[in-house]
Structure formats: C-alpha cells, structure tokens
C-alpha cells in the first residue's frame, strides 16, 4: 500500500482517537462561561420587548391627546407597573372621574399591559378638549415637560402643546 508524501498513519497499539481530560474539561469551561453571558439575553426582557413597549406607549399618549383635541372630552393616559391605558369620563364629557376604558376600534379597552422585566415609572396626565395636558393628581396645567420611562428610554410629554415623544 502506498501512502502519499507527507501524511503520517498511526497504526499498532499506540493509535489513540479521541480527546483527552484536559481538553475535555477545558471545552466544557469555555461552554459553561458562554452559556452564563448568553442566557440573560435569551431568556430576561428582551430589548425589543422594551422599545416594542415604550413605542407603543408613545403612539398611545399620542392618540389619547388627539382623542381630547378631536372629541372635545378630557382624555387621561395613564401608565404604571401594570401597563398603559387610556380612559374618559365616566358620565360625560364634563363630569365623573376619568375610569371608563376608551375602546379600540376593532373591539376591546385600549390598554395594553407591561410585559414581563421591562421596568416602567408611572404617569398619569390627561389632555383637554383643547389636546391640553393636565396632571391627573393636581388638575393643573403643566407647567414643564413630564416624562415617564419605559427600561432605558425616556419618553416626555411637552407641556402646553402635549406633544409626546422620546428623548
């Protein structure tokens, strides 16, 4: 049998296929400290899951402003541990406490709840018939921006005009 130039062929009993211990234990190491890095990233919130959310709440204080400014009632968008809501009177559009859920048009209360490790502060502001936000605790005009963060975003509603957007 020939065999080509340069190619070595252990044969007898000294041939040993395999992987030592130490190699062995040595991938297992690398694979263990992998895995440590990676699975937070697999299985805690996702950073989509957060930009999804805060997004989402953005478009949602947008349209409650936009409700108020078309409909002519106050509006309040609220948003805490639970999730984001939008809400009117409960009577009519100048009395009763802002309780009654807004429906969405394809059926059901515009809300939307937290999802699972996205931190969130809360905030509840509402807009007049003029699209004007008003702190829900106080009743007064703002006077400044107030803001609430989804993880690491910040979002902020401009006061006087109501404008909501990111920072």
């Excluded at 204080?61 to 009177?89: E, H, M, P, V, W």
Aim: hydrophobic share 45%; net charge neutral.
């Amino acid at each position: 049998m020939t065999r080509p130039p340069g190619r070595v062929l252990a044969t007898g009993p000294r041939a040993y296929v395999g992987y030592t211990l130490v190699e062995l234990v040595v991938v297992m190491l690398l694979m263990g400290i992998l895995a440590a890095a990676a699975m937070p990233r697999f299985f805690g919130a996702s950073r989509f899951e957060e930009m999804g959310f805060a997004d989402a709440s953005i478009a949602a204080a947008g349209f409650a402003q936009k409700l108020a400014r078309n409909s002519g009632c106050d509006t309040l968008f609220a948003i805490d541990d639970d999730g984001y809501g939008i809400y009117q009177r409960a009577s009519d559009c100048a009395s009763g406490a802002l309780t009654r859920p807004v429906q969405r048009s394809g059926g059901g209360d515009w809300t939307q709840p937290r999802p699972e490790g996205v931190t969130v502060t809360p905030l509840e502001v509402y807009f007049d018939g003029s699209g004007r936000p008003f702190a829900a605790d106080s009743g007064k005009l703002l006077a400044t921006a107030a803001s609430y963060t989804v993880g690491s975003r910040t979002i902020a509603i401009e006061a006087e005009t109501g404008f909501v957007h990111r920072l």
